[in-house]
């Protein structure tokens, strides 16, 4: 297909030779200055931050309102398009991107809505998962990735300013980080939980809790997630 790419953020720049190893012919498109962007294209995928999508779409649909127009914000329902052109839709892979790591698209679940007979076999040229899902229900796995993913990562900047005050370097929390992500390969989250909160070891919860008396945020940060695994883990129970 011939696919028109703007924007060159974290999600473009692993999108862009995704799509061109599978063979398809793409354009990158600078989103602040539209520079060359096509007239025609089989479909143009927008792929910036949430607060630009907006105005981008705005920009990059005149003249083309019969062109196919999808983003690929994982929170933002397909429903900004309405007005700017009569073909649109969404195409969101869900995972974490960085500039500095490629990642393999083999396995990144991309979830469509839409225009499915473009959307679908341009999805499938470059993973073995794909989803049709509606933009209501596309907020909710949004929400839920933030959870396993975002404020994961939060408790990993946590957890390194806490070793690095006692000259620890985080690398020996990776063996650890690993086995705990194995492990919901094969057993559901509240199985594999561990730790003082799944019984609530008091003792030892208020030690830990006291330790972070000068950082009250932290603090908080660390009794709410602990009353949260007991919680759950009593009702696994």
Same mark, same amino acid.
């Given at each position: 297909m011939r696919v028109v790419?703007?924007?060159r953020g974290r999600l473009a720049t692993n999108l862009l030779p995704a799509l061109q190893q599978a063979g398809h012919e793409v354009s990158s498109i600078n989103s602040r200055t539209l520079e060359n962007l096509p007239e025609e294209a089989d479909v143009f995928i927008i792929a910036v931050k949430d607060s630009a999508l907006q105005e981008v779409i705005c920009r990059a649909t005149k003249?083309?309102?019969q062109q196919l127009f999808v983003h690929t914000a994982g929170s933002m329902p397909m429903s900004l398009f309405e007005g700017y052109t009569n073909r649109f839709g969404v195409f969101y !892979?869900? /995972?974490t991107f960085s500039k500095e790591r490629l990642v393999s698209f083999a396995d990144i679940p991309v979830f469509i809505e839409g225009d499915n007979a473009v959307l679908r076999p341009l999805a499938e040229s470059i993973t073995h998962s794909v989803y049709e899902l509606s933009s209501a229900d596309r907020k909710y796995l949004h929400l839920s990735a933030v959870f396993a993913c975002n404020f994961v990562n939060h408790c990993y900047a946590l957890s390194a300013e806490l070793l690095e005050k006692h000259g620890i370097p985080f690398s020996v929390m990776l063996p650890l980080i690993d086995e705990t992500a194995l492990k919901v +390969? /094969?057993? +559901? !989250?509240?199985e594999a939980q561990?730790? !003082? *909160?799944v019984r609530y070891d008091e003792n030892v919860i208020r030690m830990q809790s006291s330790m972070l *008396?000068?950082?009250? #945020?932290l603090q908080e940060i660390y009794? #709410? #997630?602990s009353v949260s695994i007991h919680r759950k883990s009593e009702r696994n129970d």
């Open positions: 790419l703007i924007g003249g083309r309102e !892979p869900m /995972q +390969h /094969q057993l +559901h !989250p509240l561990t730790g !003082p *909160a *008396a000068d950082s009250p #945020l009794n #709410l #997630l």
